[in-house]
């Protein structure tokens, strides 16, 4: 997949994601985009647990936690991206 450049194409990208409920990938971008280190840190130990059992699923505290996480983002993207 093409990496996107502008936080408008990350916006549309984030929607696409969403129709097919690619949480894991948002969660990700949104933090690489305005969270701290630590933040993409713990994603990707959320993430990398996940991919180690997919067939389990991800619990409700890591569904949780990459909520807590990420979704605090959305509003700068959805800013960021009407300022583009």
Do not use: W
Request: proline share 2%; net charge positive.
């Amino acid at each position: 997949m093409k990496q996107p450049k502008t936080f408008k194409q990350i916006l549309r990208q984030y929607r696409r994601n969403e129709a097919n409920n690619d949480h894991n990938e948002n969660a990700l971008m949104l933090v690489k985009c305005f969270g701290t280190a630590e933040e993409v840190k713990a994603i990707e130990e959320i993430i990398a647990e996940y991919e180690r059992n997919p067939e389990e699923g991800m619990t409700m505290a890591q569904t949780h936690r990459r909520f807590e996480i990420s979704n605090k983002y959305f509003a700068s993207l959805v800013k960021a991206a009407a300022a583009q």
